[in-house]
């Protein structure tokens, strides 16, 4: 019995470095075992509860960008390479819903998304000139929205940024943005004339 507790910490520990957003209920459902006991090995280890371990990593990442103020991005950006990727998360809440259906408004989404966008370019100031959107399904509240975004396309100052948005494995919103670099001094005139000089 010691034996195949110490292991299933051992592998809760790895599972939760390669994922550090699997919940308590998954995790169970992993191991075979009750929520109550996934808790218990997370506390003997010192492993935090979800929401902490989200706020941890996502303060370890937006370190690194430089185009969105950390309090402007919607959601919780979890990784991030500057130019090429980066995923983030949002629990959706009662407040962002409409009252009557329970239907997340569709702007969360799309913020959560665009501000991803955003945060990958390696500029000081980046804003976005076009946007191609599809909301695939209603979003729910309590549903936790994740969004992987992807340069899938660089020119210049401009890149397009493909960012996918699921809940679990099922895409709700698709969109490609073009997102500009822009020169600070210039921010005031048409993206084109504002744009970064290489």
């Known amino acids: 019995m010691t034996d195949s507790r110490a292991d299933r910490q051992h592998l809760l520990r790895q599972r939760l470095q390669e994922n550090p957003l699997l919940t308590d209920h998954e995790l169970a459902s992993v191991f075979g075992v009750s929520v109550q006991t996934i808790r218990l090995d997370r506390m003997s280890l010192g492993i935090p509860e979800l929401r902490q371990r989200v706020k ?51 702007h969360y989404i799309y913020s959560q998304a665009e501000s ?18 599809k909301y695939r399904r209603p979003v729910k509240v309590g549903e936790k929205l994740v969004a992987k975004a992807e340069v899938i396309r660089q020119k210049g100052t401009s890149q397009v940024v493909l960012v996918v948005t699921r809940v679990g494995s099922a895409p709700v919103f698709r969109a490609k943005f073009v997102v500009f670099a822009i020169d600070p001094e210039r921010a005031d005139r048409p993206i084109k004339e504002a744009v970064m000089t290489p």
């Open 56 to 106: 941890d990593v996502a303060e370890r990442v937006l370190g690194v960008v430089r185009s969105i103020g950390t309090q402007e991005i919607v959601g919780e950006v979890i990784d991030i390479v500057l130019g090429k990727s980066g995923v983030s998360i949002l629990e959706t809440t009662q407040d962002m819903a409409f009252l009557r259906s329970g239907v997340v408004r569709g």
């Open 116 to 133: 991803l966008a955003i945060a990958l370019v390696d500029a000081e100031v980046a804003l976005t000139g076009l946007a191609n959107v």
